[in-house]
């Protein structure tokens, strides 16, 4: 079973230093060579720009997960949240 994502513990996020690591462990296993060598390359550029936009992939995966229950959600998730269990929001009062 994965250790990130939806686990028995709830959502588990994969941070962004944790991609940028996994990536430059793979892209250094393909080139054969350490990729994280330089900070200014042009490798650890495109590397640390794909990690990034994966980090924040991740992170709507946690915010989508979250909404899915009324505790966590809200605005229109917690309408839908709510309507699962049968329940539905007051109309606003002054």
């Given at each position: 079973?994965d250790k ?7 959502f588990v996020?994969k ?7 996994e990536?430059h462990?793979?892209?250094?296993e ?5 990729t994280k060598?330089?900070?200014s390359s042009?490798?650890n550029?495109l590397a ?5 936009v994966?980090?924040e992939?991740?992170e ?6 979250y909404?899915?229950?009324?505790v966590?959600?809200e605005?229109l998730?917690l ?5 699962t269990g049968g ?5 606003a009062r002054?």
């Amino acid at each position: 079973m994965d250790k990130y994502g939806v686990t028995k513990e709830g959502f588990v996020l994969k941070r962004a230093d944790e991609i940028l690591d996994e990536i430059h462990s793979d892209l250094s296993e393909g080139f054969g060579f350490d990729t994280k060598q330089d900070e200014s390359s042009f490798i650890n550029v495109l590397a640390t720009t794909f990690a990034g936009v994966a980090a924040e992939l991740w992170e709507v995966a946690q915010d989508t997960y979250y909404s899915l229950f009324p505790v966590t959600a809200e605005g229109l998730s917690l309408d839908y949240a709510a309507q699962t269990g049968g329940v539905t929001r007051e109309p606003a009062r002054k």
